[in-house]
């Protein structure tokens, strides 16, 4: 079956810092990237979704100039969250679907940022 | 390792029956579960979230229950529309990860 990673899987960081999060497809080509977040005991809720090679489309109220996401290749997306406060402390989540497999995303295992 | 099971992989029914969707998991040590729902080529969008001391949620025309003793969980739609037609998928939080269940694909037909 097709795998998604994330790197790293824990990071914990000080305020004011930025943070990179990265998201790979190991297995297959990833068109579309989809990023998700959850605070603790919250639903886990859809940021953005990205396509290789164009600017991410961000949900409401998310902020686009603080959660960058980048998609330049079918491989990989990576999500950083600039000038990092404890109040993004939260569980991210990426997931990927890509040629062939447009209908079923992939889920990578999550990056729990921890910022002091 | 967790492992979330969804049973049936695709359901067809007529508009206005009431239907199940079935969750299970192998590990009761979780944190939460959450229902979700996924149109194509769109992100997943959040239903209910149960916490691990919560045996059931409410949205609506929507009820889930969980059973974590027996590793279980059901989405209960009601009254079902074409609308409802999407893939809904359950996942289990432990803590530190989340385990996505295959989905089961629904149909609602007018």
Known sequence: ?116 | KQEVTQIPAALSVPEGENLVLNCSFTDSAIYNLQWFRQDPGKGLTSLLLIQSSQREQTSGRLNASLDKSSGRSTLYIAASQPGDSATYLCAVNTGNQFYFGTGTSLTVIP
Request: with cysteine; proline share 3%.
């Open chain 1, 1 to 116: 079956g097709a795998v998604v990673s994330q790197h790293p899987s824990w990071v914990i960081c000080k305020s004011g810092t930025s943070v990179k999060i990265e998201c790979r497809s190991l297995d297959f080509q990833a068109t579309t990237m989809f990023w998700y977040r959850q605070f603790p005991k919250q639903s886990l809720m859809l940021m953005a979704t990205s396509n290789e090679g164009s600017k991410a489309t961000y949900e409401q109220g998310v902020e686009k100039d603080k959660f960058l996401i980048n998609h330049a290749s079918l491989t990989l997306s990576t999500l950083t969250v600039t000038s990092a406060h404890p109040e993004d402390s939260s569980f991210y989540i990426c997931s990927a679907s890509g040629t062939g497999r447009t209908d079923t995303q992939y889920f990578g295992p999550g990056t729990r940022l921890t910022v002091l």
